[in-house]
């Protein structure tokens, strides 16, 4: 919706051409390395691509959260040995080198029963067996990526209770905050 407002080219996760996605929720331990790999692999050439990039682009997930969100969910949660969490974060301290933050990062704020909520609606069968606890865990990782371990400009939305797909007056507040903070209007 923000990409169809703005005129931004959108880049979303590679979500349905995954090839190990429906693996990873059926067994997370096992599948956890080279999911997190594969996303890492695809994020660093979103990165890429938009370095070169002249005009404005807008992703659904930046490379930053699948590192501190995702991954580091992984590593607490016993899904990640040690070996492969380091191997991992050498990797992509070693794309952070030649990486720039987002000119702006929006975080839709959502409590963990609203995300559950949202899960169920979307209907991807290979979710709907996730459990609490791991929900849980990335929700506490995203608190404590936006909170304390960010760096760049960020946009906290408190989204529960907001419909934005459906409710035009929903979505203007969106629109207003952000244009409030890219263009210093409103």
Known sequence: MLSKHYGWEMRLEPVM?????????SDIRRWSFALEVYFLKERFRDVLEIAKSDHSII???SIFEG???F???NFRQGNLTETDFNTYMELFDLMTNVTKYPDLMIYLRKSVPELV???QHRGRGYEQTMQLDYLEGLNNRYEDFIFNKYKGQVLVIESDGMDFEHNPEDF?????????RLFGLF
């Open 67 to 69: 590192v501190y969100v």
């Open 71 to 73: 991954v580091e969910n």
């Open 172 to 180: 203007r507040k969106i629109v207003d905050k952000i244009d409030a």
């Open 117 to 119: 909520r949202q899960i």
């Open 59 to 61: 992703q659904d997930r």
């Open 17 to 25: 051409v995954n090839p190990y996605l429906e693996d990873y929720y």
